[in-house]
């Protein structure tokens, strides 16, 4: 093995552990939910604002993050978003002191703000590093250890955050106003051990990557300044961009939804009937899920095109979600947990076809497909609204929309035909 691959194989080792980092943050928003419902005693599109306000970050910030990537290169920006997001974890400890439904809503914002300077700087970075036609399979292995990340979230917050006696909203305003205070205060605090962890290993990896060499790639890094005069309108001359978009938007929205309903969903009487902090195991799955199929798209990545193992995963989460909507029970809950595993290639096939041969704008178009992943803020909104009008189980049908389209996208809209300028 010559040193270029050696030290190509150990940046990636390294930004690999970085994507863990942020899958577990992310899905701990999961565990958040029921948490933050319970202690504010909130609606369900009132809560709906945690991913609203962390994913809302992705959208705000990562034209601005695609700036710094562009000027600071992939391992200042790495840095840099490592930090960003562990301020954001520390303010979780004010937050739960107070305790204050607005500041954990600004710590999630200001956590988010930094990983999405991670997605941006990270994603393409691993795409990059290494031969073009492995670009797939190499995201989505990063992206197994992503879900590696999300798989473990739910079980760490299951048992530090979920692990007291959880209050109904009826049970909860039975409660004269200083019980009120005191439930809402253990509630809260029951956060600040986990996110001061998550501090303090975002600070440590932030050191750990500062310190390392991270390898060139080959002067992309400098490609930017050679961008025409308008390089955002001459970036989304590409239909795959501009198709690929709606699908990152689409499917991250999609996603989240699931993993954000999942626990008030299986914990329905008429779905699993159990408890939240068990609830909280199958979110746990649905995730695992999501862990193994990367490591096996990864593999058949090598052999098979992209396009077509997306459009056949999208089908068959399509037909998943109708079987949880149409279905009681075992098979609602097996089904709707059953989506993770064909959710596992999505986002990294979607991500290489989006930017695949964008050359010089493949820093930009970055960008935009980590914009898009603003999905996951807007989608369980939306969602949460259907819900509280035509109950949780009816309302998957957004997500089930979501899979149709990213259907077409691998059939068709990936396909690299260039607009007419």
Not at 44 to 66: D, E, K, V, W
Not at 220 to 232: C, I, V
């Amino acid at each position: 093995m010559s040193t270029k691959q050696s030290s190509e194989r150990a940046a990636f080792t390294l930004v690999t552990a970085i994507f863990f980092m942020w899958g577990f943050i992310t899905v701990l928003n999961d565990v958040l939910v029921p948490h933050l419902k319970s202690m504010f005693a909130l609606d369900y599109t009132r809560i709906m604002l945690i991913q609203f306000c962390f994913f809302g970050a992705y959208f705000l910030m990562s034209l601005p993050a695609g700036r710094v990537v562009s000027s600071l290169g992939y391992k200042r920006s790495i840095v840099i978003g490592l930090c960003v997001a562990g301020l954001g974890a520390l303010l979780f400890y004010p937050a739960a002191a107070l305790p204050s439904y607005g500041i954990f809503l600004a710590a999630l914002f200001i956590l988010a703000s930094g990983i999405t300077l991670l997605q941006v700087a990270a994603n393409p970075y691993v795409s990059l590093v290494g031969p073009e036609r492995t670009a797939s399979s190499r995201l989505n292995l990063s992206q197994a250890f992503n879900s590696l990340g999300t798989t473990l979230a739910p079980k760490v917050g299951g048992l530090f955050i979920l692990s007291g006696a959880v209050l109904s909203a009826a049970e909860f305003a039975k409660l004269d106003a200083p019980a009120q205070l005191a439930y809402r205060t253990a509630q809260a605090q029951a956060v600040q051990g986990p996110y001061l962890a998550i501090a303090a290993t975002l600070f440590l990896l932030a050191l750990v990557v500062h310190l390392f060499h991270l390898p060139e790639l080959a002067g992309r890094e400098s490609q930017a300044a050679a961008l025409p005069r308008h390089p955002l309108r001459e970036t989304l001359k590409h239909p795959q961009l501009l198709f690929g978009i709606a699908a990152i938007f689409l499917y991250v929205g999609a996603e989240v939804s699931i993993g954000s309903f999942m626990i008030n969903y299986i914990s329905l009487p008429e779905i699993g009937d159990m408890p939240q902090s068990r609830a909280a195991n199958f979110v746990a799955l649905y995730w695992g899920g999501a862990m193994l199929g990367r490591f096996v798209g990864a593999a058949l990545l090598q052999k098979y095109d992209a396009r077509r193992l997306l459009y056949v995963c999208a089908a068959v989460a399509a037909t998943l979600v109708l079987t949880s909507m149409l279905g009681r029970g075992p098979l609602s809950v097996w089904s709707i947990v059953a989506v993770g595993l064909f959710n596992s290639i999505m986002f990294p096939n979607i991500f290489t076809l989006g930017i695949e041969k964008m050359g010089a704008h493949t820093g930009r178009a970055s960008s935009l497909l980590v914009m898009a992943i603003v999905g996951g803020a807007l989608i369980p909104v939306l969602q949460g609204m259907l819900a509280d009008r035509i109950g949780v189980q009816q309302a998957f049908m957004l997500p089930l929309l979501c899979y149709l389209y990213i259907v077409f996208y691998g059939i068709s809209g990936s396909r690299r035909v260039l607009a007419v300028a």
